[in-house]
Every structure is written in structure tokens, then in C-alpha cells.
């Protein structure tokens, strides 16, 4: 389960951030999760919960905000792709998307983002 190892990264950083706003406590944590990250939100919580034990994160509660993809194309198209017809995995569909207004392959600019958007502390 590599969400683990993220949440080690994340909670380093959380708990930084606050030990350096001398906080007592952090009682809620945002995360902002890219749609094709390869994360699951509710593992990734899971191993927060797990890291923080023993720490002032122990009982915060956690927040998740996904980000859509986004493309962009050398002929200038720049937004968020359709979604797929069907069952596809997004990130397969990515792969084989093609730029709306030309038909070209296109760059996956966005939706890949692990972030901590914010932390609440006392």
C-alpha cells in the first residue's frame, strides 16, 4: 500500500508546520487529490490516522478535494477532457485521448496532485 508511505510524507509535513506555528494541536487536515494520482482517499486517511498516533495530529479529522484532470495541446487547447463513456480506468482513458480540436495526443497537465491545502491548529 504505497498511501502509507505518502501519508509518512504528508504528516511529516503537517506536523512541521505546525510545531513551527507552536501549535497544541492540529484539529483538522485538507488534502487536495488528483484524480489520476493513484491515490485512494480512503486508505490514505487511514494511514494518516495510522502515522499521527502519539503525535498532535492524533484526533484531527481529515478533509479530501479532488482535482480533475487537466490537457493541453501543442494546438493550444487547454481544459478538463470529457468524461469516458464507460467503465474505463481514467488513467487508461487518458492515454489514449486525443486533443478535442485537432485530434492530436495530448499532455496531462493536472489531476496528478498530492497537496496539503490547509491545517487547522490551536
Do not use: W
Not at 38 to 62: D, I, M
Not at 66 to 72: A, T, V
Not at 103 to 115: A, M, S, Y
Amino acid at each position: 500500500m504505497h498511501e502509507y508511505s505518502l501519508a509518512i510524507g504528508l504528516m511529516e509535513s503537517v506536523l512541521k508546520t505546525a510545531e513551527d506555528n507552536n501549535a497544541k494541536i492540529v484539529n483538522q487536515i485538507s488534502v487536495r487529490v488528483g484524480r489520476i494520482a493513484h491515490v485512494n482517499p480512503v486508505q490514505l486517511e487511514f494511514s494518516l490516522k495510522s502515522v499521527s498516533e502519539g503525535t498532535l495530529a492524533e484526533n484531527a479529522s481529515y478533509s479530501f478535494e479532488y482535482i480533475d484532470p487537466e490537457i493541453k495541446c501543442i494546438c493550444g487547447y487547454l481544459g478538463k477532457p470529457d468524461e469516458p463513456e464507460d467503465d474505463l480506468d481514467m488513467l487508461e482513458y487518458l492515454v489514449s485521448l486525443a486533443c478535442p480540436l485537432c485530434g492530436k495526443n495530448v499532455e496531462v497537465i493536472g489531476g496528478t496532485e498530492l497537496v496539503v491545502e490547509s491545517i487547522d491548529i490551536d
